[in-house]
């Protein structure tokens, strides 16, 4: 991997990435890792032995100041004052914090979607996810014709370039015995543990209650997760086209015809449908207060739901869409939509709360020509905004600095969560003895600002262009091959 393309970026959170092989049982796949040089000085040739020296550890149940040694790539002991001898690479992470690698539960990359495919491939996406400081993300396949197989086949394919470890999720997008079948497989043969039901796209993805009420029992009989897309595909149908009768065909059309009582609507009607199946449910980027109450609701009657906001969500307003020049508004374009003020910080609330489990990205990016294709109908926008970078970045400044979370919260919420949801941790999402040495090391006294003109994604644009906050991140990264 060349140096630069990681170098590149923020200022100063020292990022240490450490893979090794990864359990395809686990549904997580190992990545052809390669060197860069680093700051610290663990460059290409070093050795496979690391001291990280005086941090503060913290996992989502402890923070403590201890050393962590590592080796091939494995942390083998955490505690303090640890001698070595001269063949151990050491790192002084004195007065900064020592974590676990971000886990991105939530990306599109490589993704064909309304007629053109997300700019960021597997190896821009990951050169980008770590030099934020996510050392792992669990993607979503999208079935080839519907088939389960052909979408897998397709996207083992994609992420040949990869450059860091990942997952998958399975989207299904129709029913029949075969795509049974194929869940079976996946489950079984391929370590995937969790399945996708898209409720909108109308046309496209979308499935009917009919569907949704057999792929809950399958994964229910298979052990494995549930997740909707909560919006009401019809409605939104419906809302797209009285905004075109209404000369409507701007980016913020896109917003109007798809208000927050659909996305309620939709994840109330997926969690009543799964209460009757009796099998859990994990809603992907929640983005409303209507829906975080539905969420609300189905956890207080003892319910299994998990909500998972995304950074668009929580640190955004759709103000951007109302622009007048349309690549700064349809650079916003995503579903469901950004909302109006007042929803981001009830997300917050929400995640402080306990009601919101984990933070994603939904990092589904299109270029500012790909978003041109819908200059004169919103339709026609390719839907996603970025966020594979600038997650942990968003999510410290906004919650950690802010006082709503604790930093072991923010340990919970941005990597052991995700591990603990799809069946990896304490391989990852911990630093413990035998844990995977994805590790990131934070310094909470720094600063950071966000930029098209420097971020690590292919995107010419950026929804977060111009942000500054506390904390920062300056990736040395060493990679660790032990084949």
């Not at 990022?15 to 290409?44: N, P, R, T, W």
């Not at 979503?140 to 990869?162: C, D, Q, T, W």
């Amino acid at each position: 991997m060349d140096s630069k393309i990681i170098t590149r970026i923020f200022h100063s959170i020292f990022l240490l990435s450490l893979f090794s092989s990864v359990s395809e049982s686990h549904q997580f796949c190992d990545a052809g890792i390669g060197y860069c040089e680093s700051e610290y000085g663990v460059a290409s040739g070093s050795s496979s032995k690391i001291l990280i020296k005086g941090g503060t550890v913290v996992n989502s149940h402890l923070q403590e100041v201890a050393d962590v040694y590592i080796e091939d790539g494995i942390v083998a002991a955490v505690q303090s004052n640890i001698k070595v001898g001269d063949d151990v690479t050491v790192i002084d992470a004195t007065g900064k914090y020592v974590m676990p690698g971000g886990i991105d539960p939530h990306t599109h990359l490589s993704m064909e979607f309304m007629d053109t495919q997300t700019i960021d491939d597997f190896f821009s996406g990951q050169a980008a996810a770590l030099a934020g400081g996510t050392t792992m993300h669990i993607d979503f396949v999208i079935p080839v014709n519907g088939s389960l197989l052909g979408g897998y086949e397709a996207y083992v394919e994609k992420a040949r370039k990869s450059c860091m470890d990942y997952g998958f999720h399975m989207a299904v997008t129709k029913w029949d015995d075969t795509v049974s079948k194929e869940m079976e497989i996946m489950v079984k043969d391929k370590g995937i543990n969790s399945f996708k039901f898209f409720m909108a796209y109308k046309g496209a993805l979308m499935i009917n209650d009919e569907i949704l009420l057999e792929g809950f029992k399958k994964c229910k009989s298979l052990g494995a997760v549930a997740m909707v897309h909560g919006e009401n595909g019809d409605a939104v149908f419906a809302g797209q086209k009285r905004m075109i009768e209404l000369g409507i065909t701007g980016p913020e059309g896109h917003a109007l015809s798809r208000p927050a009582v659909i996305e309620g609507e939709a994840t109330g009607r997926a969690i009543h449908l799964a209460r009757f199946v009796n099998t859990p449910l994990y809603v992907v980027h929640v983005m409303s207060i209507d829906a975080v109450e539905e969420i609300a609701r189905a956890r207080k009657s003892g319910q299994r739901v998990i909500g998972e906001p995304i950074v668009a969500g929580l640190a955004l307003d759709d103000s951007g869409l109302w622009d007048p020049d349309f690549k700064t508004a349809a650079k916003f374009v995503m579903s469901p939509p950004i909302r109006g003020p007042g929803h981001g910080k009830a997300l917050q609330a929400a995640l402080s709360t306990g009601i919101l489990q984990l933070v994603g990205t939904d990092h589904c990016p299109f270029n500012s020509t790909q978003k041109s294709l819908g200059i004169d109908d919103f339709r026609k926008i390719p839907n996603g905004v970025n966020g594979i970078e600038e997650r942990m970045h968003i999510v410290w400044d906004s919650m950690v600095v802010s006082g709503q979370i604790s930093v072991t919260d923010y340990v919970r919420l941005t990597s052991t969560e995700c591990a603990r949801i799809f069946n990896i941790y304490p391989r990852k999402g911990a630093i413990l003895v035998g844990s995977d040495a994805d590790i990131i090391i934070l310094n909470p006294n720094s600063s950071f600002e966000i930029s098209s003109s420097f971020h690590h994604s292919r995107l010419d644009t950026n929804v977060y262009e111009g942000r500054r906050g506390k904390v920062s991140i300056l990736p040395i990264i060493s990679e660790l091959m032990h084949h």
